[in-house]
């Protein structure tokens, strides 16, 4: 059983910046595919980006240009930079993981239900 703790989150004034970390218990992420999500009240899960093994990166329009995720394998923890915060950005934000054995997220990164380990959410505030 994989578990992933999400640390980082906070308050934080419009325009400013944080950095997401999603810790794993697991040996590594090489054969993973990574992604980050946030659901806000009243609003859906959205996926915001996702990494695979390789280092490969996919981002949602709506994050694109200022969120980042990166990752350290030798920490066996992904980051998601987050930049040039909006209102809108305030959220439960969720890392969640698939073991693949291509490690490769594909097309359908950004479908929560592709991901059979997730996190328990760290929130974010933007005011």
């Known amino acids: 059983h994989v578990q992933l703790v999400e640390s980082g989150g906070g308050s934080v004034q419009v325009g400013g910046s944080l950095n997401l970390s999603c810790a794993a218990s697991?040996?590594?992420?090489?054969?993973?595919?990574v992604g980050w999500f946030r659901q806000s009240p009243g609003k859906g899960r959205e996926g915001l980006a996702a990494?695979?093994?390789?280092?490969?990166?996919q981002y949602a329009d709506s994050v694109k240009g200022r969120f980042a995720i990166s990752q350290d394998n030798a920490e066996n923890t992904v980051y998601l930079q987050m930049n040039s915060l909006e209102s809108d950005d305030a959220a439960t934000y969720y890392c969640?993981?698939?073991?693949?054995?291509?490690?490769?997220?594909?097309?359908?990164?950004?479908?929560?239900?592709?991901?059979?380990?997730r996190g328990q959410g760290t929130q974010v505030t933007v005011s």
């Open positions: 990494i695979d093994n390789d280092g490969h990166t």
């Open positions: 969640a993981a698939d073991s693949r054995t291509s490690g490769k997220c594909g097309v359908s990164w950004n479908w929560w239900g592709n991901y059979a380990f």
């Open positions: 697991l040996s590594t992420y090489n054969t993973y595919c």
